[in-house]
């Protein structure tokens, strides 16, 4: 159980144009999921926190307009990169906070997708 | 001073051998303490989970929480080559995670 999938796993885009990059959690509901963008051999920085049914919570220095995160259902969420330079060029890993009662487990675990590498050329 | 601090490595280490992994931490508001195995260019995989201070035995994964000196630890018994990843540690505050950078670990055959 806990698995959470991402789509695409890798896209390579032009600069100026947008990406969308779906994380869905596959057999459990999360009010709750998280955006985290990781760079070569450093860990996983936090972008934004995403609640099904409200906006989202973003991080200092995160811009919220250039990084657009929906989140219309119990188990989808996605982030569209607008505009996308080379500088966003990076791996992109969601997770999602299982229900609270619905699974069992704990509200503070989280569990990860397999990631997204974005390649702005 | 970063909230959690984890040496990077890397960290390689004959097979069947036992392995260390250590965190440090400055905020004591933390209270739930998890271990994390990441694959290259691979999401993270949840190893191990601990509320508060204590141990916790998962096969031959052990995490230790020290919340008095702000340290945990997670051993790797008899190591494989197949445990050869970056290992994670993350913390909690408000449901928040705040990782560390990770140590990388080579688990030679």
Not at chain 1, 71 to 98: K, N, R
Not at chain 2, 7 to 23: F, K, Q
Request: charged fraction near 20%; proline fraction near 5%.
């Amino acid at each position: 159980g806990a698995v959470v999938s991402q789509h695409p796993s890798r896209v390579i885009c032009k600069s100026g144009t947008s990406v969308k990059i779906e994380c869905r959690s596959l057999d459990f509901q999360a009010t709750t999921m998280f955006w985290y963008r990781q760079f070569p051999k450093q860990s996983l920085m936090l972008m934004a926190t995403s609640n099904e049914g409200s906006k989202a919570t973003y991080e200092q220095g995160v811009e919220k307009d250039k990084f657009l995160i929906n989140h219309a259902s119990l188990t989808l969420s996605t982030l569209t990169v607008t505009s996308a330079h080379p500088e966003d060029s990076s791996f992109y890993i969601c997770s999602a906070e299982p229900l609270s009662g619905t699974s069992g487990r704990s509200s503070y675990e989280q569990y990860f997708g397999p990631g997204t590498r974005l390649t702005v050329t | 001073q970063k909230e959690v601090e984890q040496d990077p490595g890397p960290l390689s280490v004959p097979e069947g051998a036992i392995v260390s992994l250590n965190c440090t931490y400055s905020n004591s508001a933390f209270q739930y303490f998890m271990w994390y195995r990441q694959y290259s260019r691979k999401g993270p995989e949840l190893l191990m989970y601990t509320y508060s201070s204590g141990n916790k035995e998962d096969g031959r994964f052990t995490a230790q929480v020290d919340k008095s000196s702000k340290y945990i630890s997670l051993f790797i018994r008899d190591s494989q080559p197949s445990d050869s990843a970056t290992y994670l540690c993350a913390m909690s505050e408000g449901g928040k995670l705040i990782f560390g950078q990770g140590t990388e670990l080579s688990v030679k055959p």
